[in-house]
């Protein structure tokens, strides 16, 4: 028995998750979490270096992952990588890369929230790099394989990594740098003003996501 594919069990919070279709879309930039006939769409726009993505994976995002378990969204996901041109280095470019690969592996979800759960500790040390991203892949259960191990080693993903900054970029509109991380729209319709602080509060962005609906 290989013990890479082992892994440890996915945080409670996330239990159920591994259930939900993941794929990309046909832009080939989005990353598409639950049922495509969700009513309700939520684009997201994240680096994986970004403290107020990590606040609100742990704050807001919860109620997003359970109203797309029981099948009422679905999240789109653009990944950024401009955190590396600002605080150096390429945690950002080889986070993304990664998760790209979870992506095959059918195990993006679960990956994802590994990542930005260890985020403070791998920023403290410098940044994500190949063994802290393929150390991280031991907690998903069945993701290391060699397919995955060598994606993430010899950035597989680059160009993909690339068109999702492009894409970053250009939602920003006039501002070429791109809109900010997190970027939350609901149905096409962006989270901002007085209502972005609703992100960071699970009853509150919860009772955002359903209004939506109405």
Same mark, same amino acid.
Do not use: W
């Given at each position: 028995?290989?013990?890479r594919?082992?892994?440890?069990?996915?945080?409670?919070?996330?239990?159920?998750?591994?259930?939900?279709?993941?794929?990309l879309a046909?832009?080939?930039?989005?990353?598409v979490?639950?049922?495509?006939?969700?009513a309700?769409?939520?684009?997201?726009?994240?680096?994986?270096?970004?403290?107020?993505?990590?606040?609100?994976?742990?704050?807001?995002?919860?109620?997003?992952?359970?109203?797309? /378990?029981?099948?009422?969204?679905?999240?789109?996901?653009?990944?950024?990588?401009?955190r590396?041109?600002?605080?150096?280095?390429?945690?950002?470019?080889?986070?993304?890369?990664?998760?790209?690969?979870?992506?095959?592996?059918?195990?993006?979800?679960?990956?994802?929230?590994v990542i930005?759960e260890?985020?403070?500790?791998?920023?403290?040390?410098?940044?994500?790099?190949?063994a802290?991203? /393929?150390?991280?892949?031991?907690?998903v259960?069945?993701?290391?394989?060699?397919?995955?191990?060598s994606?993430?080693?010899?950035?597989?993903y680059?160009?993909f990594?690339?068109?999702?900054?492009?894409?970053?970029e250009?939602?920003?509109?006039?501002?070429?740098?791109?809109?900010?991380?997190?970027?939350?729209?609901?149905?096409?319709?962006e989270?901002k003003?007085?209502?972005y602080?609703?992100?960071?509060?699970?009853?509150?962005?919860?009772?955002l /996501?359903?209004?939506?609906r109405?």
């Amino acid at each position: 028995m290989d013990d890479r594919n082992a892994g440890t069990p996915a945080p409670k919070a996330y239990s159920g998750v591994e259930e939900l279709p993941e794929k990309l879309a046909a832009d080939g930039t989005t990353i598409v979490v639950g049922d495509p006939a969700a009513a309700t769409a939520v684009r997201l726009y994240e680096d994986p270096r970004c403290p107020v993505v990590e606040e609100f994976e742990a704050t807001g995002a919860p109620a997003l992952r359970e109203m797309t /378990l029981r099948r009422e969204t679905r999240a789109e996901y653009t990944l950024a990588s401009f955190r590396d041109d600002r605080v150096g280095g390429e945690g950002s470019k080889r986070a993304v890369n990664a998760l790209r690969a979870a992506l095959d592996a059918g195990k993006f979800t679960e990956y994802h929230a590994v990542i930005f759960e260890s985020m403070a500790e791998n920023e403290l040390a410098g940044g994500y790099t190949t063994a802290s991203l /393929l150390e991280l892949a031991d907690q998903v259960a069945g993701l290391r394989s060699e397919r995955f191990d060598s994606a993430v080693a010899t950035m597989k993903y680059k160009d993909f990594v690339t068109d999702s900054q492009k894409k970053y970029e250009a939602a920003g509109g006039d501002d070429p740098r791109g809109p900010g991380t997190p970027t939350v729209v609901i149905n096409g319709t962006e989270v901002k003003g007085d209502r972005y602080g609703l992100l960071f509060e699970e009853e509150s962005f919860a009772l955002l /996501l359903n209004s939506a609906r109405d």
